[in-house]
Protein backbone atom coordinates (compact mmCIF):
# COMPACT_ATOMS: atom_id res chain seq x y z
CA UNK A 1 0.00 0.00 0.00
CA UNK A 2 1.14 3.54 -0.81
CA UNK A 3 1.86 5.60 2.19
CA UNK A 4 0.07 9.14 2.34
CA UNK A 5 3.88 11.00 2.11
CA UNK A 6 4.04 9.35 -0.95
CA UNK A 7 0.91 9.76 -2.30
CA UNK A 8 1.39 13.17 -1.64
CA UNK A 9 3.84 13.78 -3.43
CA UNK A 10 3.03 12.15 -6.01
CA UNK A 11 -0.03 14.36 -5.75
CA UNK A 12 2.55 17.30 -5.49
CA UNK A 13 4.02 16.44 -9.05
CA UNK A 14 1.36 15.83 -11.17
CA UNK A 15 -0.15 19.66 -9.76
CA UNK A 16 3.15 20.55 -10.75
CA UNK A 17 3.43 19.37 -14.38
CA UNK A 18 -0.14 20.28 -15.14
CA UNK A 19 0.32 23.79 -13.79
CA UNK A 20 3.85 23.87 -16.43
CA UNK A 21 2.17 22.52 -19.06
CA UNK A 22 -0.81 25.43 -19.09
CA UNK A 23 1.55 27.93 -18.88
CA UNK A 24 3.27 26.78 -21.98
CA UNK A 25 -0.28 26.69 -23.67
CA UNK A 26 -0.83 30.06 -22.73
CA UNK A 27 2.54 31.25 -23.52
CA UNK A 28 2.05 29.60 -27.14
CA UNK A 29 -1.02 31.06 -27.25
CA UNK A 30 0.00 34.74 -26.65
CA UNK A 31 3.13 33.77 -29.41
CA UNK A 32 0.81 33.59 -31.75
CA UNK A 33 -1.37 36.27 -30.84
CA UNK A 34 1.13 38.75 -30.43
CA UNK A 35 3.91 37.94 -32.85
CA UNK A 36 6.39 40.54 -31.98
CA UNK A 37 9.00 39.58 -34.45
CA UNK A 38 9.20 38.55 -37.84
CA UNK A 39 7.52 35.14 -38.98
CA UNK A 40 7.12 32.37 -41.32
CA UNK A 41 3.54 31.42 -41.47
CA UNK A 42 2.79 29.44 -43.87
CA UNK A 43 5.12 26.77 -46.28
CA UNK A 44 2.47 25.53 -48.61
CA UNK A 45 5.65 23.75 -51.46
CA UNK A 46 8.94 22.99 -50.78
CA UNK A 47 12.11 23.72 -51.39
CA UNK A 48 11.71 26.74 -49.18
CA UNK A 49 15.00 28.10 -47.47
CA UNK A 50 15.77 30.42 -44.62
CA UNK A 51 19.40 31.58 -44.05
CA UNK A 52 19.86 33.26 -40.81
CA UNK A 53 22.44 36.45 -40.18
CA UNK A 54 25.66 34.23 -40.19
CA UNK A 55 24.12 30.82 -39.92
CA UNK A 56 23.69 28.24 -42.37
CA UNK A 57 20.72 27.48 -44.68
CA UNK A 58 17.95 25.52 -43.32
CA UNK A 59 14.40 24.22 -44.72
CA UNK A 60 11.99 26.92 -43.44
CA UNK A 61 9.38 26.06 -41.04
CA UNK A 62 6.07 27.51 -39.23
CA UNK A 63 7.08 29.83 -36.21
CA UNK A 64 10.77 30.17 -37.55
CA UNK A 65 11.59 33.93 -36.32
CA UNK A 66 13.57 36.09 -38.95
CA UNK A 67 16.13 38.40 -37.65
CA UNK A 68 17.11 41.35 -39.69
CA UNK A 69 19.47 40.02 -42.47
CA UNK A 70 18.10 36.93 -42.76
CA UNK A 71 18.02 35.27 -46.94
CA UNK A 72 14.63 34.19 -47.79
CA UNK A 73 15.22 31.23 -50.83
CA UNK A 74 12.20 29.43 -52.52
CA UNK A 75 13.02 27.13 -55.78
CA UNK A 76 10.20 26.69 -57.55
CA UNK A 77 7.30 25.14 -57.34
CA UNK A 78 8.22 26.29 -53.26
CA UNK A 79 6.54 29.13 -51.56
CA UNK A 80 6.46 30.56 -48.42
CA UNK A 81 4.66 33.43 -46.39
CA UNK A 82 6.05 35.67 -43.63
CA UNK A 83 4.27 37.86 -41.01
CA UNK A 84 5.77 41.16 -39.76
CA UNK A 85 5.93 42.41 -36.38
CA UNK A 86 3.46 44.53 -37.44
CA UNK A 87 1.21 42.44 -38.88
CA UNK A 88 2.31 43.66 -42.58
CA UNK A 89 3.01 40.17 -44.68
CA UNK A 90 4.40 39.11 -47.78
CA UNK A 91 4.40 35.85 -50.15
CA UNK A 92 7.25 34.51 -51.60
CA UNK A 93 7.56 32.18 -54.77
CA UNK A 94 9.29 31.12 -57.78
CA UNK A 95 12.77 30.88 -57.83
CA UNK A 96 13.00 34.00 -55.66
CA UNK A 97 15.42 35.09 -53.45
CA UNK A 98 15.14 37.97 -50.61
CA UNK A 99 17.08 39.46 -48.07
CA UNK A 100 15.08 40.36 -45.10
CA UNK A 101 15.80 44.51 -43.42
CA UNK A 102 14.91 46.39 -40.26
CA UNK A 103 12.60 48.45 -42.74
CA UNK A 104 12.31 47.23 -45.72
CA UNK A 105 12.55 44.01 -48.00
CA UNK A 106 15.22 43.45 -50.67
CA UNK A 107 14.22 41.25 -53.49
CA UNK A 108 16.79 40.38 -55.60
CA UNK A 109 14.72 37.18 -58.09
CA UNK A 110 11.72 35.53 -58.37
CA UNK A 111 8.41 37.16 -57.28
CA UNK A 112 6.70 38.65 -54.12
CA UNK A 113 3.00 39.67 -52.53
CA UNK A 114 3.20 42.41 -50.19
CA UNK A 115 0.45 44.05 -48.46
CA UNK A 116 -0.31 46.30 -45.29
CA UNK A 117 -3.69 44.74 -43.63
CA UNK A 118 -6.69 47.09 -44.31
CA UNK A 119 -7.54 50.04 -41.58
CA UNK A 120 -4.11 49.51 -40.23
CA UNK A 121 -2.50 52.94 -39.27
CA UNK A 122 0.45 54.23 -37.61
CA UNK A 123 2.33 52.28 -39.58
CA UNK A 124 5.13 53.82 -42.32
CA UNK A 125 5.07 52.26 -45.70
CA UNK A 126 6.45 49.21 -46.50
CA UNK A 127 9.16 49.66 -49.59
CA UNK A 128 10.32 46.71 -51.50
CA UNK A 129 13.56 47.10 -53.17
CA UNK A 130 14.89 45.27 -56.42
CA UNK A 131 17.62 46.03 -58.73
CA UNK A 132 16.58 48.99 -60.56
CA UNK A 133 13.60 50.54 -58.85
CA UNK A 134 12.10 50.50 -55.29
CA UNK A 135 8.18 49.62 -54.62
CA UNK A 136 6.33 51.78 -51.38
CA UNK A 137 3.08 50.87 -50.14
CA UNK A 138 0.44 51.76 -47.46
CA UNK A 139 -2.57 50.17 -46.90
CA UNK A 140 -2.12 48.02 -50.53
CA UNK A 141 -1.09 45.30 -51.92
CA UNK A 142 1.48 45.15 -54.71
CA UNK A 143 3.14 41.94 -56.89
CA UNK A 144 6.85 42.44 -58.11
CA UNK A 145 7.87 40.21 -60.30
CA UNK A 146 11.85 40.24 -61.11
CA UNK A 147 13.88 37.80 -63.82
CA UNK A 148 17.40 38.43 -64.97
CA UNK A 149 15.88 40.46 -68.05
CA UNK A 150 12.35 41.92 -66.70
CA UNK A 151 10.96 43.53 -63.82
CA UNK A 152 7.13 43.82 -63.69
CA UNK A 153 5.49 46.10 -60.19
CA UNK A 154 1.51 45.48 -60.30
CA UNK A 155 -1.03 46.73 -58.23
CA UNK A 156 -3.37 44.11 -57.38
CA UNK A 157 -5.36 47.33 -54.97
CA UNK A 158 -4.45 50.36 -53.74
CA UNK A 159 -1.69 53.20 -54.86
CA UNK A 160 1.60 51.94 -55.32
CA UNK A 161 4.59 54.46 -55.44
CA UNK A 162 7.27 53.24 -58.02
CA UNK A 163 10.90 54.88 -57.93
CA UNK A 164 13.32 54.08 -60.30
CA UNK A 165 17.15 54.45 -60.00
CA UNK A 166 17.50 56.72 -62.67
CA UNK A 167 14.70 59.10 -61.04
CA UNK A 168 11.61 58.46 -62.65
CA UNK A 169 8.66 58.02 -60.81
CA UNK A 170 5.76 55.82 -61.31
CA UNK A 171 1.83 55.65 -59.08
CA UNK A 172 -0.11 52.73 -59.97
CA UNK A 173 -3.47 52.72 -59.20
CA UNK A 174 -6.15 49.03 -58.67
CA UNK A 175 -4.79 46.85 -61.35
CA UNK A 176 -2.05 48.85 -63.14
CA UNK A 177 1.77 47.30 -63.85
CA UNK A 178 4.37 48.80 -64.97
CA UNK A 179 7.69 47.14 -66.73
CA UNK A 180 11.02 47.18 -66.63
CA UNK A 181 12.58 45.08 -69.76
CA UNK A 182 15.90 45.73 -71.97
CA UNK A 183 16.94 48.55 -69.78
CA UNK A 184 14.36 50.84 -70.26
CA UNK A 185 10.94 51.80 -68.49
CA UNK A 186 7.55 51.23 -70.60
CA UNK A 187 4.57 52.84 -69.93
CA UNK A 188 2.47 51.78 -67.14
CA UNK A 189 -0.67 49.52 -68.45
CA UNK A 190 -4.27 48.45 -66.91
CA UNK A 191 -5.54 44.98 -67.06
CA UNK A 192 -8.73 44.30 -68.34
CA UNK A 193 -11.22 42.66 -66.62
CA UNK A 194 -10.91 39.62 -68.20
CA UNK A 195 -6.88 39.67 -67.61
CA UNK A 196 -6.97 40.11 -63.75
CA UNK A 197 -9.45 37.82 -63.29
CA UNK A 198 -7.21 35.48 -65.46
CA UNK A 199 -3.96 36.57 -63.30
CA UNK A 200 -6.01 36.13 -59.93
CA UNK A 201 -6.72 32.02 -61.10
CA UNK A 202 -3.74 31.71 -62.37
CA UNK A 203 -1.74 32.88 -59.39
CA UNK A 204 0.96 30.89 -57.20
CA UNK A 205 0.76 33.84 -54.76
CA UNK A 206 -2.87 33.99 -54.23
CA UNK A 207 -3.96 30.58 -53.91
CA UNK A 208 -2.76 27.54 -52.09
CA UNK A 209 -2.31 29.32 -48.65
CA UNK A 210 -3.66 28.59 -45.49
CA UNK A 211 -2.52 31.28 -43.91
CA UNK A 212 -4.63 34.56 -44.54
CA UNK A 213 -4.54 37.29 -46.37
CA UNK A 214 -6.07 39.99 -45.12
CA UNK A 215 -6.34 41.89 -48.60
CA UNK A 216 -7.83 39.29 -50.98
CA UNK A 217 -11.42 39.96 -50.48
CA UNK A 218 -10.01 44.15 -51.31
CA UNK A 219 -8.38 42.57 -54.42
CA UNK A 220 -11.52 41.11 -55.70
CA UNK A 221 -13.67 43.91 -55.07
CA UNK A 222 -11.87 46.14 -56.52
CA UNK A 223 -10.89 44.68 -59.59
CA UNK A 224 -14.77 43.65 -60.10
CA UNK A 225 -14.10 40.15 -59.39
CA UNK A 226 -16.64 39.18 -56.87
CA UNK A 227 -20.23 38.88 -58.00
Not at 41 to 56: E, L, N, Q
Amino acid sequence: MQSPRRGLMASLRTAAASSTAAVAVLLGVAASAAPGVPRVVDVPTRPAFVTPPKGAEQAARIGQVLMPATLLRTQKPGRLQVLLADGRGFRLGGDALLRLGIADLDLQSGQIIAWIPPGRTGVPPLRVRTRVATASIAGTTVFIEATPTELKFFSWEGRVLVEADNGQRFTLTSGEQVTFVRGAWQAPLRLSPAEAATRRKASILLNGFEAPMETLTVIERELGLTP
